[in-house]
T-cell receptor, first 112, second 117 residues
Framework: DGGITQSPKYLFRKEGQNVTLSCEQN?????MYWYRQDPGQGLRLIYY???????QKGDIAEGYSVSREKKESFPLTVTSAQKNPTAFYLC???????????FGPGTRLTVT | GENVEQHPSTLSVQEGDSAVIKCTYS??????FPWYKQELGKRPQLIID?????GEKKDQRIAVTLNKTAKHFSLHITETQPEDSAVYFC????????????????FGQGTILTVHP
């Protein structure tokens, strides 16, 4: 289903807990991206990585952390420092020679 | 950094009518402008894009126009159908080079399009 997967689809956590969202792709894409989607605010970039072992902050990186130890994987950790973590999180990947970011199915995180 | 504004936030049309969604951007260096469609509960998917060296691009019922001077671009959907109902996002990037747009995108806020049968 598109070669990029996110798990789980729904995630529930208590306030103060860190949580890690998974993103895996088998498209051999170099770049991977994490976005947050809130109603009325579109997609906002959290972090992105264009090469293994390297990543850059996006527009709303505070309270989040990532790693890129393998080309196929780009996990996102939502830390307790993120003030409003409840949101829909989308991962995307892109080929260096392509012209399109491919999105995963998303993870809906609810923190109470 | 780049800022993309998208209007309207909601758009309701009758089947067969045309729909137009407009976006403005702030960075004059932006050179790649994709449009994504997100159906309810599904992932965003690219439907059309335009580079800054082109003023208009058409793909069947969908067209995009770009005005670099005014820094705005628009999505036009003709003969709308109920299956066009979705959220549409515009985006901008300054990464287009050598035939690829590899790089970060800045998205607009999205437009909820509803096509009534």
């Amino acid at each position: 289903d598109g070669g990029i997967t996110q798990s789980p689809k729904y995630l529930f956590r208590k306030e103060g807990q860190n949580v890690t969202l998974s993103c895996e792709q088998n498209l051999n894409h170099d770049a991977m991206y994490w976005y947050r989607q809130d109603p009325g605010q579109g997609l906002r970039l959290i972090y992105y990585s264009q090469i293994v072992n390297d990543f850059q902050k996006g527009d709303i990186a505070e309270g989040y952390s990532v790693s890129r130890e393998k080309k196929e994987s780009f996990p996102l950790t939502v830390t307790s420092a993120q003030k409003n973590p409840t949101a829909f999180y989308l991962c995307a990947s892109e080929s260096r020679t392509g012209t399109e970011q491919y999105f995963g199915p998303g993870t809906r995180l609810t923190v109470t | 950094g780049e800022n993309v504004e998208q209007h309207p936030s909601t758009l309701s049309v009758q089947e067969g009518d045309s729909a137009v969604i407009k976006c403005t951007y702030s960075d004059s260096a932006s050179n790649y402008f994709p449009w994504y469609k997100q159906e309810l509960g599904k992932r965003p998917q690219l439907i059309i894009d335009i580079r800054s060296n082109v003023g208009e691009k058409k793909d069947q019922r969908i067209a995009v126009t770009l005005n670099k001077t005014a820094k705005h671009f628009s999505l036009h959907i003709t003969e709308t159908q109920p299956e066009d109902s979705a959220v549409y996002f515009c985006a901008a990037s300054n990464s287009y080079a050598g035939g690829t747009s590899y790089g970060k995108l800045t998205f607009g806020q999205g437009t909820i399009l509803t096509v009534h049968p």
